[in-house]
């Protein structure tokens, strides 16, 4: 099915089949319904181009690097070359771009780096919307006698209270942790303005873009941060985190490190030999993000303003993935508000969200609605999905969390409406 995308006065088709036909596993059946992958914000599923790079990094230029001898000398490339790709994705320079095992673990590492400069009585501010990897490094920092705020959260509305935010920053403030969209309910936060505010008080700031990544063009020197992270496998790559962190902090930073290891940006975050075929399909991840916009970028002329190259293709790719994807949500929405029995939790209409919808049903745990959709070849996640926090404050944790259904761009409108009927009947059960 073609959607009608409309953005600036210019009106194009987004071919979901040509991109569906990229992904191997859209042909996979269950029960014998075919798969509709609605479990993208868990991690998304992968084109053949980045299968095929993976497996031409093995088998022809696998290898450790710095090296005399052509593998060696390719996998040097290969590594400076994808850090050129997220150079473009996320708006920075390569030297600003490091990798490690996941966000979680880089996060933690960049945890401890900043801790060793920290002393008892400074403070840190961590908000109840995030994901446990954005929470955790910094909750942790109490055992030093460093002081741990959390941000609340607007529980009818499911946004950062930001009077709270502005009430918990002051001049012991040293690093401020926030995501830039929430895995758990969908909700886009204002980073920018976020940003600024930790940055009057001179603290550090921590975006995770995890949840984000897939569905919006990244600008860090826009937003100002001084690091951000995300995750290659939430974008149509292999499991690999990766850093964007400020030139001038990260050559600032103690980072946990071999003493051979380059003590200069982008190395000196990375510990021990990385995941090189990771990192070779995770530049083709951006390539195939930059394919959707070099097909669809004349739509976004005026957003692209200023933009060149693979940087104004990826920016176009994250707006024509949003302009497809958000009619989608909103139907999903509206629909699902009609059931009688369902609850969703997210933003209200109007603010900015991702395509990620979480709900519940009061005749049915969440697990009980996953399992009835995965009976009928739907994948879609319940619990709490480590926005733990967010689940217990809103009162869910004892009830299983909730359920979330996740849009990526293979998917359609049948499998959302197939969706839709599987709660239905499951809501007059
Ligand atoms: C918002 C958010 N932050 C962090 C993470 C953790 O990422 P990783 O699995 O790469 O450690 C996730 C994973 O679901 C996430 O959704």
Same mark, same amino acid.
């Given at each position: 099915?073609?959607?009608?995308?409309? &953005?600036?006065?210019?009106?194009?088709?987004?071919? /979901?089949?040509?991109?569906?036909?990229?992904?191997?596993?859209?042909?996979?059946?269950?029960?014998?319904?075919?798969?509709?992958?609605?479990?993208?914000?868990g991690?998304?599923?992968? $084109?053949?181009? /980045?299968?095929?790079?993976?497996?031409? =990094?093995?088998?022809?230029?696998?290898?450790n690097?710095?090296?005399?001898?052509?593998?060696?000398?390719?996998?040097?490339?290969?590594?400076? !070359?994808t850090?050129?790709?997220?150079?473009d #994705? #996320?708006?920075?320079?390569? !030297?600003?771009?490091?990798f490690?095992?996941?966000?979680?673990?880089?996060?933690?590492?960049?945890?401890?780096?900043?801790?060793?400069?920290?002393? $008892?009585?400074?403070?840190?501010?961590?908000?109840?919307?995030?994901?446990?990897?954005?929470?955790?490094?910094?909750?942790?920092?109490?055992?030093?006698?460093?002081?741990?705020?959390?941000?609340?959260?607007?529980?009818e *509305?499911c946004?950062?209270?930001?009077?709270?935010?502005?009430? +918990?920053?002051?001049?012991?403030?040293?690093v401020?942790?926030?995501? =830039?969209?929430?895995?758990?309910?969908?909700?886009?936060?204002?980073? +920018?303005?976020?940003?600024a505010?930790?940055?009057?008080? %001179?603290?550090?700031?921590?975006v995770?873009?995890?949840?984000?990544?897939?569905?919006?063009?990244?600008?860090?020197?826009?937003?100002?941060?001084?690091? &951000?992270?995300?995750?290659?496998? +939430?974008?149509?790559?292999?499991?690999?985190?990766?850093?964007?962190?400020?030139?001038e902090?990260?050559?600032?930073?103690?980072?946990?490190?071999?003493?051979?290891?380059?003590?200069?940006?982008? =190395? *000196?975050?990375?510990?021990?030999?990385l995941?090189?075929?990771?990192?070779?399909?995770?530049? !083709?991840?951006?390539?195939?993000?930059?394919?959707?916009?070099?097909?669809?970028?004349?739509?976004?002329?005026?957003?692209?303003?200023?933009?060149? %190259?693979?940087?104004?293709?990826?920016?176009?790719?994250?707006?024509?993935?949003?302009?497809?994807?958000?009619?989608?949500?909103?139907?999903?929405?509206?629909?699902?508000?009609?059931?009688?029995?369902v *609850?969703?939790?997210?933003?209200?209409?109007?603010?900015?969200?991702?395509?990620?919808?979480?709900?519940t049903?009061?005749n049915?745990?969440?697990? !009980?609605?996953?399992?009835? &959709?995965?009976?009928?070849?739907?994948?879609?996640?319940?619990?709490?999905?480590?926005a733990?926090k967010?689940?217990?404050?809103?009162? &869910?944790?004892?009830?299983?969390?909730?359920?979330?259904?996740?849009?990526?761009?293979?998917?359609?409108?049948?499998?959302?409406?197939?969706?839709?009927?599987?709660?239905?009947?499951?809501?007059?059960?």
């Open positions: 099915m073609n959607i009608q995308i409309n &953005l600036g006065g210019c009106a194009m088709k987004y071919d /979901v089949e040509a991109v569906r036909r990229q992904f191997p596993a859209m042909e996979r059946k269950i029960n014998g319904y075919p798969a509709a992958y609605l479990d993208g914000p991690g998304t599923q992968v $084109p053949q181009r /980045v299968i095929d790079k993976v497996v031409d =990094y093995l088998t022809w230029h696998n290898c690097i710095h090296g005399v001898f052509a593998t060696s000398v390719e996998t040097d490339n290969m590594l400076l !070359e850090r050129k790709a997220f150079a #994705f #996320f708006g920075c320079a390569w !030297e600003e771009v490091s490690g095992a996941n966000s979680t673990t880089i996060n933690f590492n960049l945890g401890n780096a900043i801790a060793r400069d920290l002393k $008892p009585g400074d403070e840190v501010v961590i908000t109840d919307i995030d994901h446990e990897c954005n929470r955790g490094p910094w909750e942790m920092m109490e055992e030093r006698g460093v002081i741990v705020h959390n941000v609340k959260v607007d529980l *509305k946004i950062i209270d930001m009077e709270d935010f502005k009430s +918990k920053l002051n001049d012991k403030t040293k401020v942790a926030f995501n =830039y969209a929430s895995n758990g309910v969908g909700t886009v936060s204002d980073v +920018k303005k976020m940003v505010l930790a940055h009057e008080v %001179g603290a550090i700031t921590v995770d873009a995890v949840h984000y990544a897939l569905h919006g063009s990244i600008d860090v020197k826009d937003l100002d941060t001084d690091f &951000l992270f995300c995750s290659a496998y +939430k974008f149509f790559g292999p499991h690999i985190g990766v850093l964007y962190s400020k030139k902090r990260l050559e600032a930073l103690r980072t946990i490190k071999v003493r051979e290891q380059d003590d200069w940006a982008p =190395y *000196k975050f990375e510990t021990g030999t995941n090189h075929e990771g990192i070779a399909g995770a530049a !083709e991840a951006i390539e195939f993000i930059a394919s959707i916009g070099e097909t669809y970028g004349s739509g976004f002329e005026k957003e692209l303003e200023g933009l060149s %190259g693979r940087r104004r293709n990826v920016a176009a790719g994250m707006l024509a993935i949003e302009a497809y994807d958000q009619p989608i949500t909103e139907h999903f929405i509206d629909e699902l508000e009609k059931i009688s029995g *609850k969703i939790y997210g933003p209200p209409k109007g603010h900015p969200r991702t395509s990620t919808v979480s709900f049903m009061n049915k745990s969440p697990k !009980e609605v996953a399992e009835y &959709l995965a009976e009928r070849g739907i994948f879609v996640w319940d619990g709490d999905f480590y733990s967010l689940v217990r404050v809103l009162g &869910l944790r004892e009830s299983g969390g909730l359920v979330r259904v996740g849009l990526a761009p293979y998917n359609t409108m049948e499998e959302i409406d197939r969706t839709l009927d599987a709660i239905r009947e499951l809501a007059a059960k």
